[in-house]
């Protein structure tokens, strides 16, 4: 008798685990469904693009690209999956580009501690023209992309052209033109998606 009481209770326990289990990933997909309304909620400050002509609507698979920043060295989109990515296309020539910027390095240097990567693509022709740019220095990841393949792969064909990519490789957001991207609403939204 004892035994058939310590059997029905292992029963029970099992079957509740059972059932803990297979509730666990609909009460996951609920709460991150909570969390990209919050983050489509706060990130409405950045006036986003609902769609562009190459990669349809957004939410979307950012296309994966590599390449080199300032040093020679290689940076690979796919490989900063876990960080919020903010991939902004750009080029030395367009006006916006160059009021946008101050911003950007103010946001760069407020987010840091969090999982957030900034990677400025520049359009240029060469480094030289980009390195006068920035002959002060900046704590931007600027790469160079002369062939403006990357560019063609999103769809962007006006400077300057963002877009956010969240923790798994998908953007969220795409923005035409150039933002104040340190408004305290912008903050907030990136840091909904670094959460």
């Known amino acids: 008798m004892k035994y058939a009481g310590y059997v029905g209770a292992a029963a029970v326990g099992v079957l509740l685990l059972v059932l803990f289990a297979m509730a666990l990933p609909a009460a996951a997909a ?38 080199k920043d300032y040093a020679g060295r290689s940076v690979t989109l796919s490989q900063l999956r876990g960080n919020v990515v903010l991939v902004n296309f750009w080029a030395t020539w367009c006006k916006t580009c160059v009021v946008e910027m101050p911003s950007m390095e103010r946001m760069v240097a407020h987010m840091q501690g969090k999982p957030f990567r900034l990677l400025a693509v520049s ?66 939204c990136l840091d909904s998606l670094a959460d």
Not at 33 to 59: M, Q, V, Y
Not at 139 to 166: N, R
Not at 168 to 182: F, H, L
Request: with cysteine.
């Open 30 to 67: 609920r709460a991150r469904t909570g969390l990209d309304r919050r983050s489509d909620a706060l990130c409405g400050a950045l006036e986003p693009t609902p769609d562009n002509p190459t990669l349809g609507s957004f939410p979307a698979s950012a296309p994966d690209f590599t390449l």
């Open 123 to 188: 359009i240029d022709d060469d480094w030289p023209t980009v390195r006068k740019f920035f002959e002060h220095g900046t704590d931007l990841d600027v790469l160079l992309d002369a062939d403006k393949e990357v560019p063609k792969a999103y769809g962007t064909s006006k400077f300057p052209e963002s877009f956010i990519v969240d923790k798994t490789g998908t953007i969220r957001y795409y923005v035409v033109s150039d933002r104040d991207w340190t408004r305290p609403a912008i903050e907030a």
